[in-house]
């Protein structure tokens, strides 16, 4: 059965960083589009990365340029390195595999981890 | 990429059902026939219930079931039950090399 069990997730001053892991049991992450999903305290989802199994990342604009996404393949592993923190990115994140189905590229998702908060405070 | 509008919230009675509606443009929903939604309870992590627009994984119950038209997808659940109550979000694709985006989620409430 796949699992996905995010941790590194804490408290944090704006302007730090942080590294979220996201261990992967049951599925290769290496062969599986892996993603980053998160939702602020009482908000919807934001989708804000994706990493394909080429390496190929993208980003949202919101996190383009201070979150990195990668993996470790000997881990089975998958990585969300978050530079220059500010309040906007407190959040919920979750791992998770995209899929694409009949589509072009992946846009839906069939796991989940539990998920991670980061909360970002002076 | 802007929110897909989905109304803030639904109801019904056990044994009904309510129908949630999720609006985008012809960049997204209407252009493409790659909508999928999401259940989640409180406190819990997103679960899919619904992905090219009417397909259901394995092990989502039937009462769940959805469609397109236009610019706007919808999500009815059928013969409502307790555990159905959670926030729903839909999600659309937009295109290759483009992170798709999420609807503003429905609660339902199962009174």
């Known amino acids: 059965e796949a699992q996905l069990v995010e941790t590194g997730g804490g408290s944090i001053r704006p302007g730090g960083s942080l590294r979220l892991s996201c261990a992967a049991s049951?599925?290769?992450?290496?062969?599986?589009?892996m993603t980053w999903v998160r939702q602020a305290p009482g908000k919807g989802l934001e989708w804000i990365s994706l990493l394909f199994s080429d390496g190929t990342t993208y980003y949202a604009d919101s996190v383009r340029g201070r979150f990195t996404i990668s993996r470790d393949n000997s881990r089975n592993t998958v990585y969300l390195q978050m530079d220059s923190l500010t309040a906007e990115d407190t959040a919920v994140y979750f791992c998770?595999?995209?899929?694409?189905?009949?589509?072009?590229?992946?846009?839906?998702?069939?796991?989940w981890g539990l998920g991670s908060l980061v909360a970002v405070s002076s | 990429q802007s929110a897909l509008t989905q109304p803030p919230s639904a109801s019904g009675s056990p044994g009904q059902s309510v129908t949630i509606s999720c609006t985008g443009t012809?960049?997204?929903?209407?252009?493409?026939?790659?909508v999928s939604w999401y259940q989640q309870r409180p406190g819990k992590a997103p679960q899919l219930i619904i992905y090219e627009v009417t397909r259901r994984p394995s092990g989502v119950p039937d009462r769940f079931s959805a469609s397109k038209s236009g610019n706007t997808a919808s999500l009815t659940v059928s013969g409502l039950q307790a555990e159905d109550e959670a926030d729903y979000y839909c999600n659309s694709y937009t295109g290759r090399s483009n992170l798709g985006v999420f609807g503003t989620g429905t609660k339902v409430t199962v009174l």
């Open positions: 049951g599925f290769d992450v290496s062969t599986s589009y």
């Open positions: 012809s960049n997204d929903v209407g252009g493409f026939n790659f």
């Open positions: 998770a595999r995209s899929q694409s189905g009949s589509a072009y590229f992946p846009y839906f998702f069939d796991q």
